[in-house]
């Protein structure tokens, strides 16, 4: 089928999109709607928090919070993979694809889920198979296909948000590092959140911008906040230890996006 009738049109479901459009609902007696940046679980390593990894998505249906998906959901170890992955996995890709989207199911029926991105590990299996694994999940799961990076645009309430988020790549190894590489694009990034994964590190930074406003003819100030989104991966025998990179602490970052003014509160 030609996909040229898609071209411009940004909500196809399983298809890369350039605006995420979303409305975020306020649960009565609120005054914000919640969003999870959840990723970077390697499910079917070993060292994987399984429990920590589900916890949070039963956090998520409970409390009606939203979730973002922020890739390497699976470690797919392949026979080309860098390490030892392919051979110290518990699961093979198939099962852990599969077991993923049972997890996230629950979310995904109820519109709680604003899209996944696709992490290095999925693209391990686009490299060797260009079957793009993370868009066949998201089919499954009818939420939007994010890439491995994508503007939303998140209203809450009267208020809106602009998001840009990706998996990311960085080789830093400690925290101010991290949060550095993710810093850096605020050069050519200006939104109210920029949000990376795939560093393994939970991190919260705000970053103030000063800029002249010509139609009121004012220096204003606008507030960035830039977040690392975390991991479940444990330390203790995974290849992080093996490269002398110091432990983090294990989990999701969590924003709450005000409905009544423009603010953002988190919590690491």
């Given amino acids: 089928m030609s996909l040229k009738k898609y071209k411009g049109q940004d909500r196809i479901r399983g298809r890369p999109i350039r605006l995420n459009k979303q409305r975020l609902k306020v649960r009565k007696g609120r005054n914000h709607a ?41 470690e797919a170890g392949l026979k080309d993979s860098i390490g030892d992955s392919m051979y110290r996995q518990k699961l093979n890709p198939e099962k852990q694809m599969e077991d993923i989207i049972e997890w996230l ?23 060797s198979t260009s079957i793009n694994i993370t868009k066949i999940m998201a089919k499954m799961l009818g939420v939007p296909y994010l890439g491995y990076a994508c503007w939303s645009l998140l209203s809450v309430g009267k208020v809106r948000y602009s ?65 690392l989104t975390g991991s479940y991966l444990q330390w203790d025998d995974s290849y992080a230890q093996e490269k002398n990179y110091p432990p983090t602490g294990l989990g999701s970052p969590k924003a709450k996006l005000i409905a009544t003014e423009k603010d953002v509160h988190f919590r690491v």
Wanted: net charge positive.
């Fill in 163 to 227: 998001l840009y988020s990706e998996h990311g790549t960085s080789g830093s190894r400690f925290k101010h590092t991290k949060l550095k590489a993710a810093i850096d694009q605020c050069a050519w990034i200006s939104s109210d959140i920029l949000a990376m994964g795939h560093v393994h590190s939970k991190s919260v930074e705000l970053v103030e911008k000063h800029y002249f406003d010509a139609k009121l003819t004012q220096v204003r100030t606008k507030k960035q906040y830039v977040v």
């Fill in 105 to 127: 199911r629950p979310l995904a029926e109820r519109n709680l889920i604003i899209g996944l991105h696709e992490g290095n590990h999925e693209k391990r299996i686009t490299k």
């Fill in 34 to 74: 919640e969003l999870i940046f959840w990723g970077d679980v390697h499910y079917g390593y070993p060292t994987c928090d399984v429990k920590k990894a589900r916890a949070m998505l039963d956090w998520a249906l409970k409390h009606k919070a939203y979730v973002l998906g922020m890739g390497d959901y699976l």
